[in-house]
């Protein structure tokens, strides 16, 4: 069977629409903090709470709880808001595990991703690393640059950074010396 | 960690007592990796990986056909790679509609079978010319394909939550059946009666019996299961699970979880030669070897970017 040129745009273009795309991104960030594990957990252990300690954010409020099934919605300084369900959480393992419910361009170019953030010991202080996997804001064949791959990496990259580097500042700058 | 190296030495051991007389019957596995767009060999045994070889941007998919050349699907750029028996060299690419994503090979190794990721439909084309000869829709995002000794071919249709059951010889689904949320693998056990599928936002296996085309039990294994391979007796199932970064071992009957052993981050692709498993660690850029009698990491390979699928081509001269 052979398909017109008309049939293979519209299948093109459908695929536009879809949640996910057949090729994934990482992203992947951390910090050394100084403060023990367990001081930089009490701050980023909240899942709903991600708003008091991220500079690019405005307000976040969360419902459902602080376990697998737990909801919070991020509204970002720049526009846009992250609706993000909790996975996991491993209060002995000091990680949580979560997901893009659904995407909104506006606040970060990406259709879909599933993240990752563990507080582990280094040295006297901790380390932070934050990583994801994600999807492109189009994940159709000719997406425009702004929902590119390349404008995904930059963007998720300069979000879990700056998150980073605000939690960073928000602890060692309360912390007694 | 500590325990890899000791293992390590106890499968160096069983593999140089093993090696002689299973020389003939060893298998290669082949690593697709996505992000840098290479295949790379890796030698039974060997801890290490072959010469990456260049297959074009984005491998997602591969695919092994009856003589031992690979199939490749290339969503992002629309082409699907043919790589001869040797593992070296890419002796053709076609250019395919779509967002070319699964593959099945007929088992005449005549004609592939290719799910198109956003045109909802499994194309057939021919092997020696890619030209399309056929299309059948199946659900919403068809992901993996598998296809078994009859020409019966199994879609996952990751957002329709169902399995769809494409007779190949008349290219018509002749079955739905409803599984998890997000099918995502799947993995026909060694007798070709059950069909595993790994749902990865359920965070279970569905269990299919192929004959009544129905879904006959449902394992919870949690987290994100998104790749799936079977033992070679058939009795147990090996998920990986993207979440927690393992590869969980399930008993095949009972559905009881019999291990979880640590690998690298973000797993996907399993597969599974002789007595040891491989798992793609996609965020790692590595592959896990476990030994399936101890049920351990015997050792990691290093691996260009983005490994995401296995393929075992059948051993030479059967």
């Known amino acids: ?158 979000y879990f950074a700056d998150g980073l580097k605000g939690l960073k500042a928000k602890i060692e700058g309360n912390a007694a010396p | ?8 030495q106890h499968a160096w051991a069983g593999l140089i007592l093993g090696l002689a007389p299973c020389v003939a019957g060893a298998q290669t596995v082949y690593v697709a990796s996505q992000g840098a767009g290479t295949l790379v060999a890796l030698a039974p045994g060997s801890a290490s990986g072959g010469a990456p070889l260049a297959v074009g941007r984005g491998p997602a998919q591969m695919a092994a056909g009856p003589g031992g050349q690979l199939y490749l699907t290339h969503p992002d750029t629309g082409r699907v790679t043919l790589v001869d028996e040797s593992g070296g060299t890419v002796r053709r690419t076609y250019p395919v509609p779509g967002q070319p994503f699964g593959i099945a090979i007929s088992a005449d190794g005549a004609q592939l079978y290719v799910g198109d990721w956003a045109g909802n439909r499994v194309m057939r084309l021919s092997a020696e010319s890619g030209t399309l000869e056929g299309t059948v829709p199946v659900g919403r995002e068809p992901a993996a394909l598998v296809i078994d000794g009859r020409g019966m071919l199994y879609v996952a249709d990751r957002e329709s939550r169902q399995v769809s059951v494409v007779d190949t010889t008349a290219m018509a689904r002749v079955a739905t059946i409803p599984v998890g949320e997000a099918p995502f693998a799947l993995t026909l056990s060694p007798a070709g009666d059950r069909l595993y599928v790994a749902n990865v936002r359920s965070g279970t296996v569905s269990v299919i019996d192929t004959a009544n085309r129905r879904t006959v039990a449902t394992f919870a294994v949690g987290g994100m299961p998104y790749g799936v391979a079977v033992s070679p007796d058939g009795a147990r199932i090996l998920v990986t699970d993207q979440r927690a970064g393992t590869l969980v071992v399930v008993d095949a009957v009972s559905g009881a979880t019999l291990a979880a052993v640590p690998v690298g981050r973000y797993p996907e692709g399993v597969a599974v030669a002789g007595h040891r498993a491989y798992v793609a660690n996609w965020f790692s850029d590595s592959v896990s070897v476990i030994d399936l009698t101890t049920l351990r990491e015997t050792y990691r390979i290093a691996v260009p970017e983005g490994p995401r699928s296995l393929a075992v081509p059948p051993r030479a001269g059967r």
């Open chain 1, 1 to 158: 069977m052979r398909l017109g040129v008309p049939a293979l745009v519209l299948i093109l273009l459908s695929g536009a629409a879809l949640a996910h795309g057949p090729t994934p991104q990482k992203v992947d960030q951390s910090i050394v903090i100084a403060a023990k594990p367990d001081v930089v957990w009490k701050v980023v252990g909240e899942f709903a709470g991600i708003g008091s300690w991220h500079p690019d954010v405005a307000r976040s409020e969360g419902s459902g709880g602080n376990g697998s099934g737990g909801q919070r919605k991020v509204m970002l300084k720049a526009g846009g808001t992250l609706n993000e369900g909790l996975d996991e959480m491993s209060a002995a393992g000091l990680s949580y595990s979560y997901r893009l419910s659904d995407p909104d361009l506006k606040a970060l170019p990406v259709s879909s991703y599933s993240a990752t953030l563990t507080v582990s010991p280094e040295g006297d202080g901790s380390r932070v690393e934050w990583l994801g996997r994600f999807y492109r804001g189009d994940t159709g064949n000719e997406p425009p640059e702004d929902l590119s791959d390349e404008a995904g990496r930059t963007a998720m990259n300069r």
């Open chain 2, 1 to 8: 960690m500590m325990g890899v190296p000791v293992i390590g």
